[in-house]
């Protein structure tokens, strides 16, 4: 099993531009993550899903969308990137509901915004 | 509020020296998960660790959950064991969403 994989690994963006980050996990499990990490700083929940087509905010949602049309696949979208937004995003996924269950974590995106 | 809070902040140690990490938790926040992330940035789960004690290893933690603190305990450190150590939990018990502390940010020198 690969377990969870992000792309890209790296990216920087202009101020106004959009992308996409992927994220995707072999491992069949329903709920998956999207969290940024700001330097020093703890990880904080942008979105999460609990199965294919359920989305629901976290702690800070302003400025990213997200959809979950498969088990696997939960990719997260930026639309008019901000300086603010320059962070390490890491995706995660678990069997169970995150608290009572083990998240297992991709390897990150570290994203710039310039 | 939800509160994770950890200590200390950042701890440098030689090799073969052993250390305890300490996190406080409020009342809301329940089934804390230890988390070590390494130098290349990679997130890997610990422990998932509600009450009691667990061992592997070289690494062990306990959580006294009706005193809110939990504990990692590193005996022998090796210079891999260096990075940041995280605790999270949830908000109350059906929670999804892991609350992160700041981290311990561990050094490791030989």
Same mark, same amino acid.
């Given at each position: 099993?690969?377990?969870?994989?992000?792309?890209?690994?790296?990216?920087?963006?202009?101020?106004?531009q959009?992308?996409?980050?992927?994220?995707?996990?072999?491992?069949?499990?329903?709920?998956?993550?999207?969290?940024r990490?700001?330097?020093?700083?703890?990880?904080?929940?942008?979105?999460? @899903?609990v =199965?294919? /087509?359920?989305? *629901?905010?976290?702690?800070?949602?302003n %400025?990213?969308?997200?959809?979950?049309?498969?088990?696997?696949?939960?990719p997260?979208?930026?639309?008019?990137?901000?300086?603010?937004?320059?962070?390490?995003?890491?995706?995660?996924? @678990?069997? =169970?509901? /995150?608290?009572? *269950?083990?998240?297992?974590?991709?390897? %990150?995106?570290?994203?710039?915004?310039? | 509020?939800?509160?994770?809070?950890q200590?200390?902040?950042?701890?440098?140690?030689?090799?073969?020296?052993?250390?305890?990490?300490?996190?406080?938790?409020?009342?809301?926040?329940?089934?804390?998960?230890?988390?070590?992330?390494?130098?290349?940035?990679?997130?890997?789960?610990?422990?998932?660790?509600?009450?009691?004690?667990?061992?592997?290893?070289?690494?062990s933690?306990?959580?006294?959950a009706?005193?809110?603190?939990?504990?990692?305990?590193?005996?022998?450190?090796?210079?891999?064991?260096?990075?940041?150590?995280?605790?999270?939990?949830?908000?109350?018990?059906?929670?999804?969403?892991?609350?992160?502390g700041?981290?311990?940010?561990?050094?490791?020198?030989?």
């Amino acid at each position: 099993n690969a377990g969870v994989t992000q792309t890209p690994k790296f990216r920087i963006l202009k101020i106004g531009q959009s992308m996409t980050l992927q994220c995707a996990q072999d491992m069949n499990h329903n709920y998956m993550y999207w969290y940024r990490q700001d330097p020093g700083m703890g990880l904080k929940l942008i979105y999460y @899903s609990v =199965g294919a /087509g359920i989305t *629901d905010k976290g702690e800070v949602p302003n %400025g990213y969308n997200v959809s979950r049309s498969t088990t696997e696949d939960f990719p997260l979208r930026l639309e008019l990137a901000a300086p603010s937004q320059t962070s390490v995003y890491f995706c995660a996924s @678990s069997r =169970g509901t /995150g608290g009572a *269950d083990t998240q297992y974590f991709g390897p %990150g995106t570290r994203l710039t915004v310039l | 509020g939800i509160q994770v809070e950890q200590s200390p902040p950042d701890l440098i140690l030689q090799e073969g020296a052993n250390s305890t990490l300490r996190c406080n938790f409020s009342d809301s926040v329940n089934n804390l998960q230890w988390f070590h992330q390494n130098p290349w940035g990679q997130l890997i789960n610990l422990f998932y660790i509600p009450s009691g004690t667990k061992q592997n290893g070289r690494l062990s933690a306990t959580t006294v959950a009706t005193e809110r603190y939990s504990l990692l305990y590193i005996s022998s450190s090796q210079t891999t064991d260096s990075g940041v150590y995280f605790c999270a939990g949830v908000e109350d018990q059906a929670g999804t969403a892991l609350i992160f502390g700041k981290g311990t940010t561990l050094s490791v020198s030989s």
